[in-house]
């Protein structure tokens, strides 16, 4: 199978992720791995404290509180195209959790609706981290897609 | 060669003293220069793989329960030809003295230790308090991974018998002592999995009929140490009526937490017979016409 095959269907941000790991051995994997969850960005103030405000999901090893922002979907004409954003919680004691999180802001954050929506499903296992982490671990990172897409699917829905 | 043991006061009551190393004790072995000799050799073993990446103590290296002691296909643990190459990749030889240490009050270390343990690795010890105790303490972390020079650690036939029970085991054993070591709402089978954690897929909830509940960290100390041999007594032999000659079988739900409590079994109580029943809850909800008993015992 070629990189091209393994990420059929991605957008092109999320694709060049893939791509990235497809290049490296499961060890140098893991390094960049560690970098997605090194920069995966604070939340912004308006968040900090309101846990309320964030999802959880429940699949993940360790805890991880995301939010979803559907940017200009008033228009229901244009709510395909409006922007998405994402942001992140997991404290540094889960660093493949944060890893997980800091690629899928990476690849999806300021996508349009239509974009998101269109990921597929099994994305996060064409990162070639199923070997690197095991395939069991990936598990948090499926849940994670599946939440951000549900709650897009809803706050752009008009 | 295997270095000396940790004659710290605080452990001296113990069984066994002679598994457990302070903190103190690892930092004056740094200072030394002994880590990561062919006589002592430091393992971290965790449950987030990604965490040793993030920084570690010195001179240690990684070993992940799933990646390097599991098999890769069927569910069990990995033969003795690729423990030889996993041991002997990271230096370790037959009669190096290992150091376990990891998150989570060192339960993935446990369980590390138990799965040397299947091997007969003669020399094996947990750092009292794990990875937390040490970074609490503001002591030394890198992210530097040393190199290591493989050395040749024999092909061992994994020895399961004294200290691992299958199901048909367990459904022999039932009426005699066994310990769940989940949390209650498990115990009880309110719940599946453990509190905050994902669904691990059991078909359903309860415990191992007569199951005794002492949920693992009851043997833990604010800390992550692990408690004093009296106030171990005190919960597993006067508030459970278990005693040393029993014969014990532990479960959890995948087997990692009650490495632990075999640990303080086998090793700060000296109880002879304990087995550790790594197939656990998510084999035993899953399993078809076993018994379960449901509430809170």
Known sequence: MTAGQVTAGLPESLDEIAQDFAALSARDRLTLLLDFSDELPELPERYQGHAELLERVDECQSPLFLAVEVEGAQDAARSQQATVRLFFQAPPEAPTTRGFAGILHEGLDGLTVGEVLAIPDDAPYRFGLGEAVSPLRLRGMVAMLTRIKRQVRIKSAV | ?297
């Open chain 2, 1 to 297: 060669m295997a270095v000396a043991s940790d004659d710290n006061s605080t452990f001296k009551d113990y069984a066994h003293p002679e598994r457990l190393v302070t903190t103190d004790w690892l930092a004056r072995q740094l200072s030394y220069g002994v880590v990561g000799s062919s006589d002592l050799v430091v393992l971290e073993s965790d449950e987030d793989v990604l965490l040793y990446e993030t920084g570690h103590i010195p001179g240690a290296v990684k070993v992940d329960w799933h990646l390097d002691l599991n098999d890769p296909v069927k569910r069990d643990y990995v033969d003795g030809e690729r423990f030889a190459q996993v041991l002997g990749e990271r230096g370790i030889g037959r009669d190096t003295t290992v150091v376990i240490y990891g998150d989570k009050s060192n339960w993935w270390a446990a369980y590390a230790l138990w799965v040397f343990t299947l091997f007969g690795h003669e020399d094996v010890r947990l750092l009292d308090g794990g990875r937390a105790k040490w970074v609490a303490e503001g002591r030394e972390i890198t992210r530097d991974v040393p190199d290591r020079t493989s050395v040749k650690y024999p092909v061992v036939e994994r020895n399961d018998a004294p200290i691992r029970a299958f199901k048909d085991e367990v459904l022999a054993h039932i009426g005699q002592p066994m310990v769940d070591v989940r949390s209650p709402g498990e115990f009880s089978g309110e719940l599946l999995h453990m509190p905050d954690y994902p669904q691990e897929g059991a078909m359903r909830g309860g415990h191992i009929p007569r199951a005794r509940s002492v949920p693992w960290a009851r043997a833990a100390a604010e800390d992550g140490t692990f408690k004093s041999r009296s106030d171990l007594e005190a919960i597993y032999l006067t508030e459970q009526g278990l005693a040393p000659s029993d014969d014990v079988v532990a479960y959890c739900r995948i087997g990692e937490r009650s490495s632990h409590t075999w640990f303080v079994l086998t090793h700060l109580l000296g109880f002879d017979t304990v087995r550790n029943y790594d197939g656990s809850w998510t084999e035993w909800g899953n399993a078809v016409q076993v018994p379960i008993e449901v509430g809170a015992g």
